[in-house]
């Protein structure tokens, strides 16, 4: 057996070295970054790249703040709020995992392991500061005079009074008993995309602040049950049909104390999914319960009025992108789904309430805007692409960076100038370039990632009449007259996708492939990119579309090759792929021999309400939705499985016991349900592990056993 796992596992997943979180300054000439030294060195510092020198002839790069040399950070000494923001953003890396600056990007703020931290770069100078308790999101002012940061549940300033070069003194600027101010609520930071609480007036003399009041939210408790000495954690939980946090939005004044409530129809539109104040105003975006309708709003800071600047509806959902709203000079962008913008719908930017974009092109994620231009990643007809583009009013849409194929995004712009990233089938990690408008390659950014000890060699296909995505990975040394058993390795749900022409997405299955197996993975219907209507299939069902698309590609695909033994499949998946391996074995063991259901949502009801009522609706309104979506009910019984074949299908659970987002109920009410019915399975509990599984030993030695399960079962 190959060393694969045990590097999979060193490297988290060949993400250490990659550089990542790139801001230039306004003029586009330097470049704000984060990088790891190398493929195996979990320690994140803040780099910067000088574009001037690289066009002298120099290599640029620089390293401004290398964590290691401040002290390794102690994971204990992070604040309960970071290690919260770390699993929602599935941050594997340690030592400076997020920073944020000021205008000029001169000033960066950013902490490690709870303590305060500045560095000036035009003094060069690294400040460590004194906090009111551990700190966590320091956001400099845009004049950079001053940082905003959360400890506890309460907003502290820091004040640079003897410049940025020497410590500051802090201050607070709001505490209340009981309601925590300045972070994201579970669902905002976890389902929609806004993981911060706090956001500077373009002046800097203000600031706009979350108040979350989470007392009506069920309290739910994290146990570990390897030491049951340890007080168990508790988490404000919002499953689906219950309370979500009370979430407000306040302006405060950095003297006297003075607070704005920022006024909006908040029993119609609970949610606040977004937050900006640039010279365009404050500006929020609000959504309803059901998430069929969602307004932007300006609000006015010195009276907390809001006015109503666009509004958007959907008979399923509106969808939350990324970047958005933002403004293109006086013009506000959105990106919205069109049913009749070309064969299959369009999520198309808007300007204005005008579409900008072709018909078909799918935009995934605003990047950038200002007066000039706004710049986007999106996909054209082959959803298993992603590329660059900017739109600007008098050119329309060009490409950024290359047209080959494969996944290439803009990770940042400014000044004509972009970052663009760009990763294809061959490739294991990716090329990051800064280019120029023209595409004139300005300078490229080392990446120090590890080089795989496999290549993959996915083919891609399209199976079906739904002509599903679809990757088949054989072993190397597969003849013509082989009979492979056959593996299905999807994700599966909506909102995210696996097959891609990135050949780092394909690491883990072609090492299983190369372990005796045909690996199997499809993108079905709900995956992104393929228009509105794709990905509302799954609205009230999140079971049966999902489960008939890996089971039509499964059948396309031995049509195709015979090689694959269609008398010997397995399953396996994670989350969402875990629920629905879970979910084949019950209810087509017809098809599935053995499944690998790992952090499974095995009933929908427990999980979080901004995700689940997004496609099954309240619970309350829509109990059917429920039922034939989950794999038990609230009584503990197992919905809609079909009777075990002999010889009975083998099912492998696996779960983090300090899994906060799908919590490890899930697993143990469907191991119960499975014994109470008589049906034989196994479980795998994972002591102290999350959602995320970042432990090294856990990480390779859960591949392992997963294989050693597979062999058997598929003998």
């Known amino acids: ?267 119609a539109f609970p949610y606040l999914a977004r937050v900006n104040w640039d010279e365009a105003g404050l500006v929020l975006q609000v959504q309803s319960r059901d998430q069929r309708h969602a307004q932007v709003l300006r609000a006015d800071p010195d009276t907390g009025a809001t006015e109503l600047l666009h509004e958007q509806r959907d008979d399923a959902w509106v969808e939350l992108v990324d970047g958005t709203p933002a403004w293109q000079g006086p013009s506000l962008v959105t990106v919205e789904d069109l049913a009749e913008h070309g064969p299959d719908g369009s999520r198309a930017l808007m300007v204005d309430g005008r579409p900008v974009t072709p018909p078909g092109l799918q935009v995934r994620a605003v990047v950038s805007a200002d007066a000039d231009e706004v710049v986007f990643t999106a996909s054209e007809e082959d959803p298993t692409q992603v590329h660059a583009f900017a739109w600007r009013p008098a050119g329309g849409v060009r490409r950024l960076g290359p047209a080959e194929p494969g996944v290439h995004v803009c990770a940042a712009a400014s000044a004509g100038r972009y970052v663009v990233a760009s990763a294809t089938l061959t490739t294991t990690a990716p090329r990051v370039q800064v280019v120029d408008a023209d595409g004139t390659v300005v300078a490229e950014v080392a990446v120090r990632a590890a080089t795989p000890v496999l290549r993959p060699r996915p083919r891609l296909l399209e199976l079906g009449p739904r002509r599903l995505r679809a990757a088949l990975f054989v072993p190397q040394d597969a003849g013509p007259d082989a009979r492979l058993p056959v593996l299905l390795d999807p994700y599966g749900g909506p909102h995210a996708q696996r097959v891609l022409h990135n050949g780092a997405a394909h690491l883990t299955s072609q090492w299983l492939a190369d372990q005796g197996f045909a690996v199997l993975v499809v993108d079905g219907r709900g995956s992104p990119a393929r228009g509105p209507a794709w990905e509302r299939a799954i609205h009230g069902d999140l079971a049966t579309p999902v489960l008939e698309d890996q089971i039509d590609a499964l059948h396309a695909a031995a049509d195709a090759d015979p090689r694959l033994d269609r008398t010997r499949v397995a399953i396996r998946g994670w989350s969402f792929g875990g629920f629905l391996a879970a979910l084949a074995v019950l209810r087509r063991p017809d098809v599935f021999r053995a499944a690998i259901a790992g952090a499974p949502v095995t009933d929908w009801r427990l999980y979080d309400t901004h995700y689940t009522e997004r496609y099954l609706g309240h619970p309350g309104d829509q109990p059917g939705a429920y039922t034939v979506s989950s794999l038990v009910d609230p009584d503990g019984r197992l919905l809609g499985a079909e009777a075990w074949p002999d010889p009975v299908p083998d099912l492998l659970l696996i779960h983090g016991l300090a899994d906060d987002n799908v919590v490890a109920a899930h697993a143990l009410q469907l191991s119960s349900a499975l014994l109470a019915d008589g049906r034989a399975h196994r479980f795998l509990p994972l002591s102290g592990v999350t959602h995320m599984t970042p432990q090294e030993v856990v990480a390779e030695q859960l591949l392992r056993l997963q294989v050693e399960f597979l062999r058997a079962a598929l003998r």
């Open 1 to 267: 057996m190959s060393n694969f796992p045990r590097q999979h596992a060193r490297t988290r997943r060949f993400t250490l070295g990659v550089p990542r979180a790139f801001r230039f300054d306004p003029t586009g000439r330097r470049l704000l970054f984060l990088r790891s030294p190398d493929g195996e060195d979990p320690v994140t510092g803040l780099w910067e790249l000088d574009l001037d020198a690289v066009a002298d002839g120099a290599d640029g790069e620089r390293c401004l703040v290398d964590p290691a040399a401040l002290g390794a950070e102690d994971p204990s000494d992070l604040p309960p709020e970071e290690r919260a923001r770390r699993e929602r953003a599935r941050e594997m890396a340690g030592g400076i995992t997020s920073y944020a600056t000021d205008r000029d990007a001169t000033l960066v703020a950013f902490t490690l392991g709870g303590r305060l931290h500045t560095y000036e770069r035009a003094y060069e100078t690294l400040v460590e500061h004194p906090s009111a308790g551990p700190a966590f999101d320091p956001r400099p002012a845009p004049d950079g005079r001053r940082v905003v940061y959360v400890s506890g549940d309460a907003v502290h300033v820091l004040d640079l009074v003897g410049g940025p070069t020497q410590p500051g003194v802090t201050r607070p600027l709001v505490v209340e008993d009981g309601v925590a101010w300045g972070r994201a609520e579970f669902v905002a930071a976890e389902e929609m995309g806004r993981g911060r609480g706090t956001w500077w007036a373009p002046d800097g003399e203000r600031v706009a602040v979350t108040r979350v009041d989470e007392s009506a939210v069920p309290s739910w408790w994290i146990a570990d049950p390897a030491n049951p000495e340890r007080t168990p954690q508790r988490i404000a939980y919002p499953a689906a049909g219950t309370d979500n946090a009370d979430v407000r939005l306040a302006v405060l004044g950095l003297e006297g104390g003075r607070r704005i409530d920022v006024v909006w129809d908040r029993e």
